[in-house]
């Protein structure tokens, strides 16, 4: 028989009461607050997943708070876009009335002077800032105006093409803002080909063109040019390319000319017009045969910096194509760079040049410190190169135009006189007619910057939704974790309270039990 001594039975029976007591307080206290998990001991695994939960709370707010800084952001870029694009009405509705064959040089006039202010208020609204100072349309370098003037009445971009986002859902980051260079400076430049006349006496006239398809014009038309359109009788053209070869073909109607005003000509993605304007009685076929005219896209620029590493001071002045073959298969597209790999040789690389890269081309330098050929282009420079200098050639082959160039072409169309002139209102008619696709080519990337921002607003609508339902069910799942039941507490409660008391009773009965009891 195992036997108990009095001080055991007291010892247990007071740690018992103690354990029971502790645990009437802490029901009690968690009913008094419906609090279940306070600490990592009250519930370790709870626990962990309130640790989760609470740090994706804290990953909503942020995403909340990022959604109103986009919405924001998008909000202001939206109104200064609907602005620029009211504004680019206007100029296209003036355009329009400048057609009008009533028209004088002086009205021409009165509708350039307007179109010099619209012209500011355009650069104006694409110079917009933000509530904190910073421009909106500059990409990263939101401390730089995005557009400036140049002396030569030209416009510069001189921001960057950075796409700044900011995360919203865990799967989702947002662009927050447009930049200048995707917005105005990527419309189509649709007049981007020139026409030269044989003779100058206007008794035919081929308008500059325009282009209707940008793919068939770069890869068909610019590999065979320049072209020669020739009148090989009063109603017959022929073209031929760079090479000799016949390519009347191609031309619309088979070159045959049908009408003597404003006959419209099609060659691989452009549209020219032909006016014939004879003297009355004048013999067409004596008058226009063997008429020619040259044909060919606006010559690329390039814009050449020297590397501020460059052992030389030589800086290169000028750069025009020299070889048009050479130049359309082997130079590079964008950028470029034009190393000399010792002091009598140079190579141009396609921009960044890497580890690995290898010179598209190589020639040697035949007039050190006046100019080198590579490529097709021929650069002037000012000094001599030495090994190892490096030059940055941007290229500008015309393909899109800043829309506020856009108006600087037109209103000198409309500033030079033409009255009395027929040639001259034909040359006129052309020059608009490129004003106006030109300008409708800005509203339509304009259009395309405001539909993306609306897609960007329809996106955060959407993820705001998803969030707040990821909120309401974080919140729910939290409190079903640290929460208490308060019907099952308070039964526990009573439980307690119970068997506190018939602990409280027994101890009382038995420690009073005594041999002395007995005797």
């Known amino acids: 028989m195992m036997r108990i001594s009095t001080a055991q039975y007291f010892d247990s029976s007071s740690t018992n009461y103690a354990r029971n007591y502790n645990n009437l307080v802490a029901s009690s206290e968690e009913a008094t607050t419906q609090v279940r998990v306070k600490t990592g001991a009250d519930d370790p695994v709870g626990a962990a997943r309130l640790l989760q939960l609470d740090q994706q709370s804290s990953m909503l707010k942020q995403f909340k708070g990022n959604i109103t800084t986009v919405t924001n952001k998008l909000g202001q870029s939206e109104a200064v876009l609907t602005s620029v694009t009211q504004v680019l009405q206007r100029a296209r509705e003036l355009a329009m009335s400048a057609g009008n064959g009533a028209m004088t040089d002086a009205d021409r006039g009165s509708i350039a002077s307007e179109l010099g202010q619209i012209q500011d208020q355009l650069q104006t609204l694409m110079n917009s800032k933000d509530e904190n100072g910073q421009y909106l349309f500059s990409g990263s370098k939101s401390d730089v105006a995005p557009f400036s003037k140049n002396a030569d009445g030209t416009y510069s971009y001189n921001g960057d093409q950075t796409v700044q986002s900011l995360q919203v859902g865990d799967q989702l980051s947002v662009g927050i803002n447009e930049t200048g260079y995707s917005v105005f400076e990527q419309a189509v430049n649709t007049a981007r080909t020139s026409v030269t006349a044989g003779n100058a ?182 000094g001599a190169a030495q090994a190892g200098d490096q030059f940055q050639v941007a290229v500008d082959n015309h393909q899109t135009q800043n829309i506020l160039d856009t108006l600087t072409q037109l209103r000198q169309a409309l500033t030079t006189p033409i009255d009395g002139n027929t040639t001259a209102k034909q040359n006129f008619q052309a020059q608009l007619n490129a004003s106006l696709s030109n300008l409708n080519s800005g509203a339509e990337t304009l259009g395309n910057a405001v539909s993306s921002i609306g897609a960007r607003g329809n996106a955060l609508d959407i993820q705001t939704a998803t969030n707040e339902s990821l909120t309401l069910a974080n919140t729910n799942t939290a409190s079903s974790i640290r929460n208490s039941d308060y019907a099952e507490v308070m039964t526990r409660v009573t439980l307690q309270q119970t068997m506190l008391q018939a602990a409280q009773l027994t101890f009382s009965k038995v420690s009073q039990l005594s041999l002395f009891n007995r005797l």
């Not at 209707?212 to 009788?233: L, V």
């Not at 910096?305 to 048009?324: K, L, Y």
């Open 201 to 382: 006496d206007g008794k035919a006239v081929i308008s500059n063109g325009l282009v209707q398809s940008s793919a068939t014009f770069n890869s068909d038309f610019r590999k065979g040019e320049p072209y020669t359109i020739t009148f090989t009788s009063a109603t017959q053209l022929k073209i031929t390319d760079a090479s000799g070869n016949d390519l009347t073909g191609e031309l619309s109607q088979n070159g045959e000319v049908t009408s003597t005003t404003g006959q419209s000509v099609g060659f691989r993605g452009l549209s020219l017009n032909l006016d014939v304007n004879l003297a009355k009685g004048e013999d067409p076929a004596t008058a226009l045969t063997g008429r020619s005219f040259t044909l060919q896209s606006t010559p690329d620029t390039f814009t050449v910096n020297r590397n501020p590493g460059n052992a030389s001071t030589a800086v290169v002045t000028g750069a025009s194509v020299s070889n048009a073959a050479t130049y359309n298969s082997a130079f590079p597209q964008g950028t470029a760079v034009v190393k000399y790999t010792d002091a009598n040789n140079v190579a141009l690389y396609a921009a960044p040049i890497t580890d690995d890269s290898k010179p598209v081309a190589t020639a040697p330098v035949t007039a050190p410190g006046t100019s080198v050929n590579v490529g097709g282009v021929t650069f002037q420079l000012s």
